[in-house]
């Protein structure tokens, strides 16, 4: 009755079958991992997902996490059941009602009850065993007789002629006593065994704990970058109603401009008009006296317009402004990446070359953001590099976490990455990575490279793409370079515990050139 109410417990509920690879969902429900995922994928496009016990919903497809307790009851419950139908062996004699056996006679190859084995030993000297209905592997093959030695030399276990024949002269022991050895060395593997595999078992925990971990923090990831393109699209609409409320604006102000000049102009229209009929009138006097003696008309000289000076025409002024537009959307625009940078905890430092330090070989651009390999020379200066075409940024990073974007125009040999302002002018030393006061990543001949103490690293992805990305987390002592191409690749993190205040530094011979593009 227990066994079946066991049984019951240890089965899966889509298949009715005992568990197999059972896996375990968040609400705790246990499934065959073969059936759950057929469900999961048979669930797959209908929106959501749900437990098949309980009807627990999942908006996102579960993680299946192996229940491995679980599995080894359900091994040790189908290796008992095994056992006990193999052991229900019946006394060969009882024949009217199957009685169990308890022994079986190696010589007579029958299984006895206890009532028949005693008739049996009182008759006869011969070796019992356990009950079993193969007798034939506790036999010489070739003598066909009992075996009862073990010979270490062959891995054999022999009958009585067998120490006269082939096996002559060989060091052999008793068959239970090389039975009891054998265990010894058994237990004495199984004690070495246990440690490993407790080992192991520590290891998959933990792994199991770390993916817990990595899933929980990239679950909350989601949620907030998620939560930051709402508010982009909320800034986006923001802006968008800024800058139309702004054309509007302009509209509404030009068009009231405009409006009122119409209205002035048909006020002169209409005056004009009046003055024309008057005249068209006085045309039509044929009385010298009266037409000459009329006041109220007077005659303009040839070009003048009395119609207010304009002309009704409207001013340069007077037009949409589209400059004022543009500013308005690009400072929209602006906070918004400002908002999500720090959002993010991002700080985009500007970064700038130091003309005093460059290389006298090193041309730097007048806005300070290129650096070219130039045949022309520069003037000598103290805080130079004298033997490497290398340069040093302006700012000094020294706390937070920062990200910029470099370009290489893929000629010549480019490396950059970050020093110490404390770094060698000269010599060997002064060279970026090969020190312990610089880090770079290097281009050159079509591979990556990250150099630190002169110690230097392949990296096995290629160039694809010409601009690259750096983050830098001064607290964290993490700086990581990544191409930006699409999807971006993470080539290169180094974990280093700052003690100085950080330059950018750029490296460029044979014609390269690089551009900060922050």
Known sequence: ??????????????CLSLYTDPVSLRCGHNFCRSCIVSVLDAQEGAGGYSCPDCRAEYPERPALEKNRKLRNIVERFSSTQTDMEETRIFCAYCTKSPVPAVKSCLQCENTFCN???????KTLDHMLIDPT??????????????????????????????????????????????????????????DELNPQKAD???????????????????????????????DIKEQVQM??????????RQEEKIVSQISDLIKKLEIQEDELSRKMLHVEEMCRVTDPIRLLQEHDITVCSHGADDTGGDGGQ????????????????HRSMRDIVTNVTSE?????????????????????????????????ENKESPGRFVNYSQVLSRCVLSSGRHYWEVEWDQIGDCAFGLSYRSMARHGKQSCIGYNDKSWCLDMHNGEYKVWHKSEVLALSVKPTCPTLGVFLDYEVGRLSFYELC???????????????????????????SVIIRS
């Not at 409207?314 to 959307?329: A, K, W």
């Open 239 to 248: 802006a968008e109603k800024k800058a139309l409320s702004e054309v509007s």
């Open 115 to 121: 009532d028949h084995l005693i008739v049996h030993n």
């Open 314 to 329: 409207v001013s340069s002024e007077e037009d949409l402004d589209e400059v004022l537009m543009s500013l308005t959307l």
């Open 486 to 512: 699409d999807p971006i690749r993470h080539l290169h993190t180094f974990t280093v515990s700052f003690t100085e205040p950080l330059h950018v530094v750029f490296y460029v011979n044979h014609g390269a």
């Open 200 to 230: 192991i078992q520590t290891r998959v925990q933990n792994l199991q704990d770390h993916k817990g971990k990595i899933q929980e923090k990239a679950s909350d990831k989601k949620k907030n970058i998620s939560k930051i393109f709402m």
């Open 133 to 190: 209905r193969s007798f034939g592997n506790k036999k010489c093959s070739h003598h066909k007789k009992i075996l009862e030695y073990y010979c270490p030399q062959d891995s054999a276990c022999l009958c009585a002629s067998c120490l006269v024949g082939e096996h002559r002269g060989h060091l052999v022991e008793l068959l239970d006593e090389a039975f009891e050895k054998k265990k010894k060395e058994l237990r004495k593997y199984l």
């Open 1 to 14: 009755m227990a066994s079946a109410e066991l049984r019951a417990e240890l089965n899966c509920s889509i």
């Open 344 to 376: 993010l905890g991002v700080h985009v430092p500007d970064i700038l070359m130091d003309v005093d330090t460059a290389h006298r070989r090193v041309k730097i651009s007048e806005d300070l953001k290129t650096a070219t390999a130039s045949e022309e």
